[in-house]
């Protein structure tokens, strides 16, 4: 589902000059969740670091499995949150983007 989402951004990523760099350990225990929501998590993770590389970067994400489950790990070289704004990622409604940039419902 992580691969099937960066499919559907990749023009756009591409065009914004982020290369993508992937590393899915293939032994990954199944996940339960909701596909549908999952997917939009990480659509809006994977649009967040594209909008925090104004001049290009990399975007990597990768998975391994642990004793719990698995874990997923998403970095960008984008500008990073700043320190005030880390504690309100979460808070519905809460962005830095200009108006009409972002909702601010993606981490939410």
């Known amino acids: ?7 559907l951004l990749e023009h756009q990523l591409q065009k914004a000059g982020i290369e993508i760099s992937t590393d899915f350990d293939a032994g990954l225990p199944p996940i339960h969740g909701n596909a549908g929501k999952l997917q939009q998590v990480f659509l809006n993770l994977f649009l967040n670091a594209r909008d925090a590389m104004t001049a290009g970067g990399r975007l ?3 998975t391994w499995a ?3 489950g698995a874990r997923i790990e ?19 409604f809460f962005t830095t983007k200009a108006a009409r940039k972002g909702t601010g419902l993606g981490l939410s």
Do not use: C, F, K, N
């Open 66 to 68: 642990e004793a719990a």
């Open 74 to 92: 998403v970095a960008d070289t984008g500008h990073g949150i700043a320190p005030e704004h880390l504690r309100r990622v979460y808070d519905p």
């Open 60 to 62: 990597e994400v990768r």
């Open 1 to 7: 589902m992580i691969q099937e989402t960066l499919s």
